[in-house]
C-alpha cells in the first residue's frame, strides 16, 4: 500500500514538473503581435461627408482613376501688329543684309566695286540676280542725281527700293470669311514640301484667326504620320478648334472632305486643312494635292492655297514653289523660319517667281510667332 501511494505521488510530481517546463518554453519564444486592424473613421455628425458601409467615410479614387481634366482654352491675340511686335526678332537675324547695304551706301563715293559688292549682298540674301540689278541700277542713278549721302537720306532711298521690289501693292489679306450668300465656311488648304513646318503652321494659323474672333474646324489630312494629327488636335485644342481625322494611311481627300462637312454643319467661319508634307518632285504626290482640292470643292470653294516654305532654302525653294504651283492654284505663301536667316530677299524672289504675295512669316518658335506679312514693317527691321 505504501508503494503504491509512492507511486501515484512520484507520478504527480513528474507531471507537475513537466508542465512547468512547458509553460517556461513558451514564454521563451519570441512574441509575435497580430498586425493592426485598418483604422475606421467614422463621420462625425454634421460634417456633411459621404459614408461608406458601415458609416466608414470613403476615401477617394486615386488620381490615375479620374478623368483628366479638360485643357483651358488660350486666347491668342489678335493679328493686327504681331509683325510689329516681333520685329525686333526679325532685325537681329537681317542686319548683316540692312547693315551692310547702309554702310555701303553712305560712302562719300561709291566705285564700281562698291556698286558690286552691294549687288554681290542683295544676291547673297536671296534676293535673286535679276532683282538685285534692278535695285543697284535705280540706286546708282538716283545717288548720281541727288547726291544723297546722309545716313538718313540713304535709309530712306534704300528703304524705298527694297518696298517696291517687294510689292507694296499686292493682295495680302487672307480669305477666312465665311460665305455671304451659302454660308459656307472659307477653306484654306496648307501644302509644302516635308520639314518646311506645315503642321505648326496651319495650327499657329488657327491661333491667329482665333484671336480675330473667327471659329475654326482643322482638317488633319496628313494621313501618312500618326504624330501629325496628334500635333494638330493639341493646336486646336488650346483654342477650341475640332480637329477632324482619319484612320493612319487612310485617304486625306476623304479627311478633307469630311473636315469641310463638319465645318459646314457647325457654321464655322474657316476650315483649314493640314496636307501632308511631299517631294514636289514626286508626281503621284502632287497629283494627289490636286485630288483633295477636287474633293472639296464638290461642297464648298477652296479659298486659299497657302504654299510653306522654309527661308533658309533660299533659290531651291523656289524650285519647289513652281512644281506645286503647277499642281494646284497657289494663292499666297508662308515664309517659315525667318528669324533664324538672313536670306530676306528670299520675300521678292519668290514673289516674282510665282506672282503670288508672301502672306504669313513665322519669326520663331512660340505659339503666337506666326504673324501677317507687312512690306514696311518687314523693310523697317531689316534696315534697323
Known sequence: MEYLILGIALLVIIAVGGTVALLRSRSDAPTIEAPPETPQITKPSGTGEDLGEGGVVTAPEPPSAQAPAAPEIEVPPPSAGRLQRLRARLARSQSTLGQGLLALLSRDALTDDDWDEIEDILITADVGVAPSRMIVDELRTRVRVDGKRTPEEVRALLREQLIAQIGPDMPRGLKVDRHGG??????????????????????????????????????????????????????????????????????????????????????????????????????????????????????????????????????????????????????????????????????????????????????????DDLAPFEPGAFVDAILG
Do not use: C, Y
Open 182 to 367: 451659302s454660308g459656307n465656311p472659307a477653306v484654306v488648304m496648307v501644302v509644302g514640301v516635308n520639314g518646311t513646318g506645315k503642321t505648326t503652321t496651319t495650327g499657329k494659323l488657327a491661333r491667329v484667326l482665333v484671336g480675330d474672333g473667327k471659329t475654326v474646324v482643322l482638317g488633319a489630312a496628313d494621313t501618312f504620320r500618326a504624330a501629325a494629327a496628334d500635333q494638330l488636335a493639341t493646336w486646336g485644342e488650346r483654342v477650341g478648334a475640332h480637329t477632324v481625322r482619319g484612320p493612319e494611311g487612310g485617304d486625306p481627300a476623304s479627311v478633307a472632305f469630311e473636315a469641310v462637312k463638319e465645318g459646314i454643319a457647325e457654321g464655322v467661319d474657316t476650315v483649314i486643312v493640314d496636307t501632308a508634307g511631299r517631294l514636289h518632285t514626286k508626281v503621284g504626290l502632287m497629283d494627289e494635292l490636286g485630288k483633295v482640292k477636287r474633293v472639296i470643292e464638290k461642297q464648298a470653294t477652296v479659298d486659299e492655297v497657302l504654299l510653306v516654305l522654309d527661308a533658309t532654302t533660299g533659290q531651291n525653294g523656289l524650285t519647289q514653289a513652281r512644281v506645286f504651283a503647277e499642281a494646284v492654284n497657289i494663292t499666297g505663301i508662308a515664309l517659315t523660319k525667318m528669324d533664324g536667316t538672313a536670306k530676306g530677299g528670299i520675300v521678292i524672289a519668290v514673289q516674282r517667281e510665282l506672282g503670288v504675295p508672301v502672306k504669313l512669316v513665322g519669326l520663331g518658335e512660340g505659339p
